[in-house]
């Protein structure tokens, strides 16, 4: 009996191992499918708004995101594993027969996933960490734009606080302070009294690391975002954000509670130009140290008298910009993500240049009561099946509930993102769809794209 219990007990530990050994592998994919099987890495609006437009192009077969959120389960298949486990995320590639890959999210990049993912020698949209760089070192960000010639504020780095807060006599108020890293687009104060730059540089993220100063420029914000490949820059339709909190760009810095484009800001037709003032110069830099970009580089971007400054540059396509523009963008988005992600950039444009379509879109952001400190979470979302017509909810951060519904999950929840003939019929449409959509707690502001409306 005693080497009975023994077997039995060393097959339940056996089944044990199985169970768990294939609750970690893909669920895998036929091969042979026509058509493209492409991964999104990511879960914020950002990802949904990518696989959106990704599920709008003929040439697509399939998409994976990872791990996703539960709004995009309508239209991909949602793989929950976690994104560092590089042993997991090869066996995916192969198991699935994955042609595309697009990483989404700041952190992934700075962390190198998408040099992982190039091990399996796939085409993948993002670039390596060290080209990320521009975005996870804003010194070396500002270090390249000067060896570039790239206009942008004056500025200064410290390695620490201690050192920031020394140099404060010899900055003038007004002035900028920034984190020198990742912050989520929350690591930026303005800051009009040397108290409020101390204050500043002693709060999370800016109190982490080194910090930079930087003059505060006088004009309007706009967001270009490019495709690069090596020195080959391609620009992408604009946008306006609007990261302050309150209306009347009040209170503080978010990860965005808004966008629209079309914007005046930066006319569509002069996109192409500023692209090779601001963000080909920065390509070429790279290629010339040799770690070439390949992905979309963000410039943020100040029209002041002098002509447009850069504010910032992030690494991959912005949020909440990829939901307003990523529509905008004519053709086979699929194709033209491949043909990025192999390297072959120049030749397909030429071929099939990148058309901006007419209408206009406006993304209104809904976020959770205590965005963007501690977002209250767990609240029944409704209304998400009552939007009006041409009205989208591009999920942010929401989770299932026990009772199959959603319920919020975090900050920004979900971006209400509508489309029009003008950008007064688009934001019209969003924010009726913003009205629909309730949760305990919810607010959003209510002047995005207002600015817009008179001018188109």
């Not at 000067?146 to 500025?155: F, I, K, M």
């Amino acid at each position: 009996m005693k080497w009975l219990r023994g077997i039995l007990n060393d097959g339940e530990k056996v089944q044990k191992v199985v169970r768990e050994q294939r609750a970690n592998r893909s669920p895998g994919r036929s091969s042979g499918a026509p058509g493209t099987n492409c991964l999104v890495l990511g879960g914020g609006g950002r990802e949904y708004a990518i696989a959106w437009r990704l599920a709008r192009s003929d040439s697509v077969a399939t998409i994976d995101v990872v791990p996703g959120n539960p709004g995009m389960s309508l239209f991909t298949r949602i793989l929950d594993f976690p994104v560092s486990d590089s042993a997991r995320l090869q066996q995916h590639l192969a198991a699935s027969h994955i042609d595309l890959a697009i990483v989404g999210p700041d952190e992934l990049i700075a962390e190198g996933v998408a040099d992982s993912l190039r091990r399996g020698s796939i085409a993948v949209v993002g670039p390596s960490r060290e080209a990320a760089k521009i975005e996870w070192s804003k010194t070396f960000a500002k270090e390249l734009m000067r060896e570039a010639g790239v206009a942008t504020a004056r500025w200064e780095s410290f390695p620490d606080g201690a050192a920031a807060r020394a140099a404060l006599e010899q900055w003038q108020p007004p002035f900028v302070v920034k984190a020198d890293g990742l912050a989520a687009g929350k690591g930026v104060t303005l800051c009009k009294s040397a108290d409020e730059a101390r204050a500043a540089i002693g709060t999370p993220p800016t109190s982490g690391g080194a910090i930079l100063f930087e003059e505060m420029l006088a004009g309007e914000e706009a967001s270009l975002q490019a495709l690069v490949d090596g020195e080959v820059v391609v620009a992408l339709p604009p946008a306006r954000d609007h990261k302050r909190l309150g209306v009347g760009d009040t209170g503080p810095n978010t990860g965005g509670m808004g966008a629209v484009s079309p914007t005046t800001v930066l006319p569509d037709e002069d996109a192409q130009r500023v692209a090779e003032e601001t963000i080909a110069p920065i390509a070429r830099a790279l290629v010339a140290r040799g770690t070439p970009f390949r992905g979309v580089i963000f410039a943020g971007l100040m029209k002041t008298r002098d002509g447009y400054r850069v504010l910032e540059y992030n690494a991959r396509f912005g949020d909440p910009e990829a939901e307003v523009t990523l529509p905008r963008i004519g053709g086979d988005f699929a194709k033209l993500m491949l043909a990025l992600g192999e390297g072959r950039l120049a030749a397909y444009v030429r071929d099939h240049p990148v058309r901006f379509s007419q209408r206009a879109f406006v993304d209104v952001v809904l976020c959770a009561e205590g965005y963007p400190a501690v977002p209250k979470t767990g609240a029944a979302i409704t209304g998400l099946d009552r939007l009006p017509d041409g009205v989208y909810a591009f999920h942010g951060a929401t989770r299932r509930s026990a009772t199959g519904g959603f319920v919020t999950g975090g900050g920004r929840v979900i971006h209400i993102v509508a489309g029009g003939a003008t950008v007064e019929e688009a934001r019209e449409r969003a924010y009726a769809g913003a009205e629909r959509v309730d949760f305990e707690g919810k607010f959003y502001r209510s002047d995005i794209a207002q600015g817009e409306v008179a001018v188109f």
